[in-house]
Each structure stands twice: as C-alpha cells, then as structure tokens.
C-alpha cells in the first residue's frame, strides 16, 4: 500500500466561480442566517484576497486576476465591497480593502474595468466619504478613496460632488485617526491631479459661491483643534506656492478677510503656527500689485505687526533665510506705514 507524505493539493475554484460565491455570500448577510453567511462571506472573500496575491504555495496568476476583476465588474460586486463592509469583521474589512486597490490597477485590455465602473456608479464615492461618520470603518474606506483618487476621472468627480465640502467636517472629528485620515485623503484630493483642481478652484472663485472653497478652508485656519490649524496651515502655504496654483494665489493674496487670518495666526501661541502664517502672510506683503485695502491695513497695523514680526521664532535649519525674508517684510512695512508711501 503506498503512502504520500504530501497533502493533496486543494482544489481552488474558478475566477468566476469564486466571484459569484462571494456575491452570494454577500447578499445573504441581508437575511435572517446573517452570522453563517458573514463567515462563509468572509472565508471567500480570503479566497479572493489569495488568488490575487499568493497563498504562499501557489503565486499569483495574471490571467485569473484579469478575470477576476472583469467578474468582479460584471456582477455588481464592487458595489456590494463598499455597501457591505460594515457588516464584516475586521480581517475581512482588512482583506476587501487589500483587494480593492489591487483591482482597481488592473488594466484590462485598453482600459481599467473597476475604474470603468466606479465612474458608472459614482454614488460609491459618496458613499465611502460619508462613511468617515463610522468609525468602524472610516480607515478602511478612506484607504479605499486614496485608491480612487489616483484616477483623474474620479478625483474630478469628488471635487465637483457636494460630498467634497464634507471634508472640513471630518478633519476636526474628535477621533484623531479618523480625522488625520480624512486630512490625509483631502490632501491626496487636492495635490494628485494639480491641473484638475486648479481649475476647479479657479471656477469657484469665478462664481463666488456661498461654500467655495477658501471660505470652507477659513473654518480649518481658525479651527480650536491645534492639529487641524497646524496642518491645514502648513498645507495651505505649500499649495498655494505650486506652480500651476499661481493664479488662484494671486486671487488670494489680495483679499483683506485672509490676510487678516494670516496676521490673527501670526500670534497664535504656537511657534510652528506662527512661522507657517509667516510664509503665507509675507506673499500678501510682497505682493507688488497690493490693492488700497491690502496697503491700508498693513499700515494701520504697522506697529503691531513690526513687533510680532521682530519676536517670530526662528528654528536653526532655517534661520539665515527666515531672518533675511523677515527683514525684507519689515522693510516693506515700514516704507507702506509713511503716510506718503501708503497713498500710493
């Protein structure tokens, strides 16, 4: 009689067979079974994360993974990722958001098939944004929308959706991985694609909009929560100073309502605070196109601001040059404070 020392090897089903196990798994988590169907759910969805990634005995094979997304797509189950992760465990969460940004790479032909049909089913996208109101699964989907945001098609939409202004909520959620999160993917929305959403910004500014954009951001600026100003802040000067942003900083800059933010942070009791407000505030300073109300108010707070601007704190990387812009800024509010110059 013989014998084997080896296990047989087990038989792995199909792309297609899996991909409509994990359907129907899925959609019986609506039924009365729900915690049989979670587990058998669960277990499919592993069997999924190991055919696209390796179980350790077997690698990945491409042609199954190209099915397995086009199977993927023409089942509805992408829809099902996103409106069934709360009702999944934390490994299994961990497992679809693995998948997910596996399956959205994948080309397919000429084109990426998930991305395709994320742009039919764009609801997808609200839907994850407003899950960051769950904490149960805010990291998973906010994972999920960086993923995305890497597609130009996608960006555009949330930047045009009414679910973007929702962004100023989440960064100041009281949770704050939840709320580091969200800031994290609001920057990915606003930096990935440059040309996207400077157009998009510039539009807004155009229709004067009762939320556009700076106004949203203004909350940020002035927000209680050190964290939420901090980097807001420090994001807000490294934007505006981006090439295909200088328009939309020339808009910026000769506004009175945000310069007087920028004076307002120029006191805040943080020293970090304080040097970022700096190199926005000296962009209003510099400006040589300043509008009477840019000048007027510089010099109606000239002492003031020569005090504040005497005492910035330095930090030793930057000294040399921080000291060198900072006189540079007090020699122009010197000059604009003569009554002379102010005229002008």
Same mark, same amino acid.
């Given at each position: 009689?013989?014998?084997?020392?080896f296990k047989p090897s087990?038989?792995?089903?199909?792309?297609?067979? #899996?991909?409509?196990?994990?359907?129907?798994?899925?959609?019986?988590?609506?039924?009365?079974?729900?915690?049989?169907?979670?587990?058998?759910?669960?277990?499919?969805?592993?069997?999924?994360?190991?055919?696209? /990634?390796?179980?350790?005995?077997?690698?990945?094979?491409?042609?199954?993974?190209?099915?397995?997304?086009?199977?993927?797509?023409?089942?509805?189950?992408?829809?099902l990722f996103v409106h069934?992760? !709360?009702? %999944?465990?934390?490994?299994?969460?961990?497992?679809?958001?693995?998948?997910?940004?596996?399956?959205?790479?994948?080309?397919?032909?000429?084109?990426?098939?998930?991305?395709?049909?994320?742009?039919?089913?764009?609801?997808?996208?609200?839907?994850?944004?407003?899950?960051? $109101?769950?904490?149960?699964?805010?990291?998973?989907?906010?994972?999920? %929308?960086?993923?995305?945001?890497?597609? !130009?098609?996608?960006?555009?939409?949330?930047?045009?959706?009414?679910?973007?202004?929702?962004?100023?909520?989440?960064?100041? %959620?009281?949770?704050?991985?939840?709320?580091?999160?969200? #800031?994290?993917?609001?920057?990915?929305? &606003? /930096?990935?694609?440059?040309?996207?959403?400077?157009?998009?910004?510039?539009?807004?500014?155009?229709?004067?909009?009762?939320?556009?954009?700076?106004?949203?951001?203004?909350?940020?600026? /002035?927000?209680?929560?050190?964290?939420?100003?901090?980097?807001?802040?420090?994001?807000?000067?490294?934007? #505006? &100073?981006? /090439?295909? $942003?200088?328009?939309?900083?020339?808009?910026?800059?000769?506004?009175?309502?945000?310069?007087?933010?920028?004076?307002?942070?120029?006191?805040?009791?943080?020293k970090n605070i304080q040097?970022?407000?700096?190199?926005?505030?000296?962009?209003?300073?510099?400006?040589?196109?300043?509008?009477?109300?840019?000048?007027?108010?510089?010099?109606?707070?000239?002492?003031?601001?020569?005090?504040?601007?005497?005492?910035?704190?330095?930090?030793?990387?930057?000294?040399?040059?921080?000291?060198?812009?900072?006189?540079?800024?007090?020699?122009?509010?010197?000059?604009?404070?003569?009554?002379?110059?102010?005229?002008?």
């Amino acid at each position: 009689m013989a014998f084997s020392f080896f296990k047989p090897s087990k038989a792995r089903s199909s792309p297609s067979d #899996l991909v409509k196990a994990i359907r129907e798994s899925l959609l019986a988590l609506d039924t009365k079974t729900v915690a049989k169907a979670r587990e058998e759910a669960e277990k499919n969805i592993l069997s999924m994360r190991q055919m696209l /990634t390796g179980d350790g005995e077997a690698e990945p094979n491409q042609e199954q993974i190209s099915q397995i997304a086009l199977e993927i797509c023409k089942e509805g189950v992408l829809s099902l990722f996103v409106h069934k992760l !709360p009702s %999944l465990g934390w490994d299994a969460r961990k497992d679809i958001v693995h998948c997910w940004c596996i399956l959205l790479r994948q080309q397919v032909g000429s084109g990426y098939c998930c991305v395709e049909y994320i742009e039919n089913h764009l609801e997808l996208l609200d839907f994850l944004v407003v899950c960051y $109101n769950n904490k149960e699964i805010a990291l998973n989907c906010g994972n999920m %929308l960086r993923e995305c945001i890497k597609y !130009p098609t996608l960006a555009k939409y949330l930047l045009e959706s009414t679910s973007f202004e929702l962004f100023f909520k989440y960064v100041e %959620l009281p949770n704050f991985d939840i709320a580091s999160d969200a #800031l994290a993917t609001f920057k990915d929305l &606003l /930096t990935k694609h440059e040309t996207a959403v400077s157009q998009f910004l510039s539009s807004h500014y155009e229709q004067r909009m009762l939320f556009q954009f700076f106004e949203l951001y203004e909350k940020l600026l /002035t927000s209680t929560n050190y964290v939420t100003r901090r980097q807001s802040l420090k994001f807000l000067s490294e934007f #505006l &100073l981006e /090439t295909p $942003n200088s328009q939309i900083m020339k808009r910026y800059i000769i506004e009175v309502r945000y310069l007087k933010i920028m004076m307002a942070l120029l006191k805040d009791s943080s020293k970090n605070i304080q040097i970022c407000a700096f190199h926005i505030f000296k962009v209003f300073v510099a400006n040589p196109n300043k509008p009477r109300e840019i000048i007027e108010v510089l010099a109606n707070n000239h002492a003031e601001l020569l005090m504040l601007l005497h005492c910035l704190p330095t930090s030793r990387s930057e000294d040399e040059q921080l000291e060198e812009e900072r006189d540079l800024v007090i020699k122009e509010i010197e000059s604009l404070s003569h009554p002379s110059q102010a005229a002008i």
